[in-house]
Structures are given as C-alpha cells and as structure tokens.
C-alpha cells in the first residue's frame, strides 16, 4: 500500500511569484485535503477535493486553489506569493464521502520558503 | 470562537514513566477527536481518535479519555520510549465541517 506522497519536498521562491505543489493520495482514497503548517504551530485547512470538485475550503484568500485529478491525485496553487506562506504545506487523504471525516494519512510534507 | 487548545508546550518526561498531554477545546459542537504525532520534517501520523459517545478509548500503549463536560482531551502514552518523542496534537472535527481543527501542540522530550 503506497502512503500519501508530495512533491517537491522543499521549494524557495521569492515574493510575487507562483507555485504549484503535488500530492499522490494513498491507494484507495477519493478524498485529499490541504492543510498549512507554520513554524511552531499546528496545520490549518486550507481546502478539501472530493470527486475532482473543492467541497470544503478554510479562511484563505483566492490566491490559495487547487486541482483533483481523475487518479485522486491533487495540486496546491499558490499566486503572487507572500513572505506570510512560507510554511509546510501538507496533503492529506482519506476514504470517505463528502460528509465524513474518518482517519486522515498524512503525506511529508513540501516545505515552501519565500524570500 | 472555537479553537483546540492545550495547556503546555513541552513536557519532559523519564523513560519508562506515563506521560499525559492535555487538550482542551471550546466548540460545544465537536463530537470526533484524534490525536496527532508528528516527528521532526515529518507529517503528522494518526495515533488514536474518539467520537463524543465515548470517553474512554484504548490503543496499544495509548488511552484517549474525553471529559465533555468540561471541554477537556487528554492522551496517556504507558511505558513512554525515546521514540516517543515529538510534537502531540489533538484536532476536533464537528459532523458536517470538512476541516479537522487543530490546536497549536505540545512537544513531548523523552528523558533516558
């Protein structure tokens, strides 16, 4: 069974620009969710997919957006970068429908740093 | 507004001795409760969960007890090891919301 993986693993992009980070679900899994993690503090969501659709979404600005593919697989967007995102971006899946939340598997993790 | 909290940041503890992370939440509505491990440049890993019908729930080395009348989770980890060490979170979920709502950590040091 493959667990969650996430690429790239570390990234450095200065202010102003764009980034796109990947996420493979665990094998299984119909569900992905993103979360941020700064430094010190615990992960806040950012948006769930289900069914390829974003069925859920925290307080972050339209700059944040994402994508599910047909193989679950998902990709974190992030615009015109601010020195406030550098963080851990997390990807995590899950099987279930929209209305659970169930057990969530973790991938790694890509740490982002903007200068 | 709701938030998950807990009342220490870093509890060192013996090997060998029982360790207790703490956690208390404010959303009356939360009924799904897990707790996280998350080691150094890793992500968190699923250690237990407990539904509000509960308050008792036991895994291999590690007991989750919920109090809902006071809003309160706590995780004993028995026989705490070296590899125990890491950061503990607890995060809430209420039926419906699709985020799990974290609280801020505490960073468990295993002492040899």
């Known amino acids: 069974e493959t667990g969650v993986t996430q690429s790239p693993t570390h990234l450095i992009k200065t202010r102003g620009q764009q980034v796109t980070l990947r996420c493979s679900s665990q094998s299984g899994h119909n569900t992905v969710s993103w979360y941020q993690q700064a430094l010190g503090q615990g992960p806040q969501f950012i948006f769930q997919y289900y069914r390829e659709e974003e069925n859920g979404r925290g307080n972050f600005p339209p700059r944040f957006s994402g994508l599910q593919f047909p193989n679950y697989s998902s990709e974190l967007n992030v615009n015109a970068l601010e020195l406030d995102d550098s963080a851990l971006y997390l990807c995590a899946s899950r099987q279930g429908t929209s209305g659970n939340t169930g057990e969530l598997f973790f991938g790694e993790g890509s740490r982002l740093t903007v200068l | ?112």
């Open chain 2, 1 to 112: 507004g709701e938030s998950v909290g807990l009342h220490l940041p870093t509890l060192s503890v013996q090997e060998g001795d029982n360790s207790i992370i703490n956690c208390a939440y404010s959303n009356s509505a939360s009924d799904y409760f897990i707790w996280y491990k998350q080691e150094s440049g890793k992500g968190p890993q699923f250690i237990i969960d407990i539904r509000s019908n509960m308050d008792k729930r036991q895994g291999q080395r590690v007991t989750v007890l919920l109090n809902k009348t006071v809003k309160h989770l706590s995780l004993q980890i028995a026989a705490t090891q070296p590899g125990d060490s890491a950061v503990y979170f607890c995060a809430e979920n209420t039926t419906g919301r699709r985020a799990l709502t974290f609280g801020s950590g505490t960073r468990l040091q295993v002492q040899p």
